[in-house]
């Protein structure tokens, strides 16, 4: 579903304009679809309709509060990977019950805040992590609950950044090791297995990855049972991609139906941590051009977002689609560098985009929503943007612009001597 299309030559978020968004909020501004929100979360679902499931949105994508608690409200769960994030979806009325807890660096006091919320499992990622975790817990007259992230040692396909399930990264155990330190958690008075969890990277736009890991977590499952350890679920991370440009990833009903078989007729619940492919899609970046500028080979449009808005485009060299709000006549498009004004030659939203422009126009980044706000900075004391939700005909300012006065009012000069 597309929530962003253009009425009367002009690019909307549902029922109302995005110049009409410009001139109430400034630029630039994250705008947000309601609708596409909704909608991509009841689609997934969906699929596992009738399945004993459980889909943890993948905080980190998007963690607003407004888009929080919409999805709380249709019943989802969180993947978390911070304290901070466990703090957030307990504001926005997030169920700790449906919490999972991600990440390899998890400190005492985010185990204790977690133990105290009471959340659904932690996603334990090496034996150092299970080792405090059962002394935390046990010292807390607590117990718990734990899956293991293993490495199924499948290749993604995805940007070798965001690949996230090989053997030499960061992330989760060895496969080979995986049942030794399940015997270990075993043995320990303040760990309770629940389940096995894996999470392979992001942006993955076919169905083998997906499969070929959950075959071996199938495995690990079942070796586990012969050794006297019961899974209860089983959590097959994120990672579905979503189309920047021409990509095609999987459809959410053929990977749930692609899933459903494979588990067959085990009872075993299944959990989801989507990020990018429940917002990704779900919102923009809308921006204005302050300069054109035109050099010996090259064409700029220095528009009023930067890097330290949306990052992808830096980090990854990642594409998004770039369209102008109130397109003007082709026959006069040139080809465009769309850069910032932050002071770094990697401070570009889009390479050779062909597009009829003079300064002042509106130009929306597209399929920012997912990784663009949550990754946004402070670089160059730049405000962090509004950001906007529409619902239908009506605007709400789910965030102000950060007031620059806010951004050194943490800071101190050093005292006379
Ligand atoms: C980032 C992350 C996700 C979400 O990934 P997407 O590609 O946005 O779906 C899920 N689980 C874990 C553990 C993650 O780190």
Redesign the pocket.
């Known amino acids: 579903m597309n929530s962003f299309i253009f009425k009367n030559d002009s690019l909307h978020a549902e029922n109302v304009a995005l110049n009409t968004i410009a001139d109430t909020f400034g630029t630039p501004c994250y705008v947000y679809s309601k609708s596409a929100l909704v909608h991509a979360f009841e689609s997934f679902s969906a699929g596992f309709k009738g399945s004993n499931h459980l889909v943890c949105f993948?905080v980190?994508?998007n963690p607003s509060l407004a888009i929080l608690n919409l999805f709380a409200k249709l019943g989802a769960g969180f993947?978390i990977?911070s304290g901070g994030e466990l703090a957030r979806v307990l504001a926005a009325g997030g169920d700790p019950k449906k919490i999972v807890f991600?990440?390899v660096g998890k400190t005492e006091a985010e185990m204790q805040a977690a133990l105290n919320a009471g959340i659904f499992c932690f996603?334990v990622e090496s034996a150092s992590e299970l080792i405090r975790l059962n002394k935390v817990a046990s010292d807390m007259g607590k117990v718990a609950p734990v899956s293991l992230?293993v490495n199924p040692n499948v290749d993604a396909k995805t940007h070798p950044y965001?690949s996230?399930g090989l053997k030499n990264n960061k992330?989760g155990v060895a496969y080979e090791d995986a049942l030794n330190i399940y015997l270990q958690a075993a043995a320990m008075p303040g760990i309770s297995i629940h389940g096995v969890?894996c999470?392979i990277?992001?942006?993955?736009t076919e169905l083998s990855p997906f499969l070929d890991a959950f075959d071996k977590v199938l495995l690990l499952v079942d070796a586990l049972e012969q050794h006297g350890i019961s899974i209860q679920h089983i959590d097959a991370?994120?990672?579905?991609?979503i189309c920047y440009s021409d990509e095609t990833p999987p459809e959410f009903t053929d990977y749930a139906a692609a899933m459903r078989a494979k588990l067959g007729n085990r009872n075993t619940k299944l959990v989801f941590?989507?990020?990018?492919?429940?917002v990704?899609n779900a919102g923009v970046l809308l921006t204005k051009v302050e300069y054109l500028k035109h050099t010996e080979s090259k064409n700029f449009a220095i528009v009023d977002a930067a890097m330290n808005d949306l990052m992808r485009p830096a980090l990854y060299d990642a594409y998004h689609d770039i369209k102008a709000v109130q397109p003007r006549n082709d026959a006069n498009a040139l080809t465009y560098e769309i850069v910032g004004p932050v002071c770094e030659s990697g401070d570009f939203l889009g390479h050779d985009r062909d597009l009829s422009l003079v300064e002042g126009d509106l130009l929306a980044i597209m399929s920012a929503g997912?990784?663009g706000m949550s990754m946004a900075s402070n670089y160059n004391t730049r405000p962090r943007a509004a950001e906007v939700m529409v619902d239908g005909d009506t605007c709400h300012l789910i965030r102000k612009r950060e007031e620059i006065a806010n951004l050194f009012a943490l800071e101190n000069i050093l005292p006379e001597t």
């Not at 991370?237 to 991609?241: A, K, N």
């Open positions: 993948a980190k994508a993947d990977v991600s990440g996603n992230r965001i996230t992330f969890d999470h990277g992001s942006q993955i991370g994120g990672g579905i991609g941590e989507p990020g990018r492919a429940l990704g997912a990784y």
